[in-house]
């Protein structure tokens, strides 16, 4: 199930009638385990944070300048077509939101190649804004181009959503054994992800995240079953991390585990 990679922003007008719909894209700590970028995309995403950290401190004239002068720019199903265009009709807004409420990066990933680089960001924004409560879960897809040696955004995409009440943590998995297995190291690559479960449950999303960026696995609906096996395509050497969504019994299940590749 491949997750959508988006983000909205906030309007002048919508601020003066409703809580506000999103939040500039949220900061990683350091060495945070979300990131999941090739090498490749580690100079263009240096790019995109510096851009977020410019709004968030009100530097308009940095901000832009990590936009190319024909930024295309979506959000809220609007669009701004130049760097002009969002300087004049939201730079503002999205500094004064990015500014005061709080957001972190739950899941990054990106890869670069030749002139164009690509960073896909998820994350969640909670606070308050014009005293109103804010928590959203929040997508954006930036493109960026290497114009005369330096990277600039050409294209973001921003959306957000409500937040959904986050799942509870179950006092013992529901994953009761996995090939590979957790935390162990195999000399050749897996030819299937092999998952059971105890009670039986309903798979609904699983990835896999490794040193060549993100793979979402296929996952076909079915009932509440005990083992699923899922094709995995040939893993080059590195350590991958194991994300699963299931529900079982009416609860909802969400776990983690890691593997390594020799």
């Known amino acids: 199930m491949v997750v959508s990679i988006a983000r909205a922003r906030v309007m ?3 601020l003066a009638l409703t809580a ?3 939040a500039h894209e949220p900061v990683a700590p350091p060495g945070s385990p979300t990131s999941h970028l090739s090498n490749s995309a580690r100079a263009s995403a240096k790019i995109v944070d510096s851009f977020h ?6 530097d308009a004239n940095e901000a832009l300048s990590y936009l190319s002068d024909k930024a295309l720019i979506f959000e809220g199903g609007s669009a701004e077509r130049s760097r002009t265009e969002y300087a004049v009709e939201h730079l503002g807004a999205d500094a004064a939101y990015s500014k005061a409420v709080p957001a972190v990066i739950t899941r990054r990933a990106g890869e670069a190649a030749g002139t164009l680089a690509w960073i896909a960001t998820e994350g969640r924004t909670t606070g308050s804004f014009r005293g109103k409560p804010v928590d959203q879960v929040t997508t954006e897809t930036m493109i960026l181009r290497r114009i005369g040696g330096s990277w600039k955004i050409v294209h973001i995409h921003w959306s957000s959503a409500a937040a959904r009440p986050r799942v509870a943590q179950a006092t013992a998995s529901i994953l009761s054994d996995s090939v590979p297995a957790a935390d162990s190291k195999v000399r050749v690559s897996p030819s299937d ?6 009670p039986a449950a309903r798979l609904v999303e699983v990835t896999v995240d490794g040193p060549d ?3 979402p696995m296929m996952v076909t609906p079915a009932g509440e079953v005990g083992r699923y096996s899922l094709p995995l395509p040939d893993l080059s050497p590195g350590k991958y991390e194991v994300h699963w969504r299931a529900t079982s019994q009416g609860r909802a299940h969400e776990g983690r585990f890691d593997f ?3």
């Open 12 to 14: 002048a007008v919508a």
């Open 20 to 22: 506000p719909a999103s």
């Open 53 to 58: 950290s410019a709004l968030r401190r009100g």
């Open 193 to 198: 992800l092999r998952l059971d479960f105890s």
């Open 213 to 215: 960026g993100t793979m």
């Open 260 to 262: 390594t590749v020799e």
